[in-house]
């Protein structure tokens, strides 16, 4: 770490389809991981604050996450389970989320990049 604290680390993982993810909360800073976008007929999810969630990736594609208290500070997440094979379409939504953003407006793309 870099001594960020209003991050997701890592923020970019890939993870193979059905496989599992586990958000922790570092700090009781009221972080919290919801899903904003996902694949086709995936379940979205929404942790409530200061709370571990884990989420089953069970849909291919690409899934972004925010930590709906600092969203705004760009504490922003991307999943890739699989093929992308909704890439342009998460493309799209990040770049409306990022418009909102006070910071980290580039965290979004930077992590999007990291999808092959
Ligand atoms: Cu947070």
Redesign the pocket.
Known sequence: SDGQT?VFEPSFIKVAVGDTVTFK?MQK????SYSIFEPEGAKPWKAQPDSEITVKLDKEGVYLVE????KTLG?VAVIQAGKPVNLEAAKQKAAEESAKMAAGKDRFAKELALVK
């Open positions: 209003l909360p800073a009221g972080h919290t930590c709906f208290v600092h504490m």
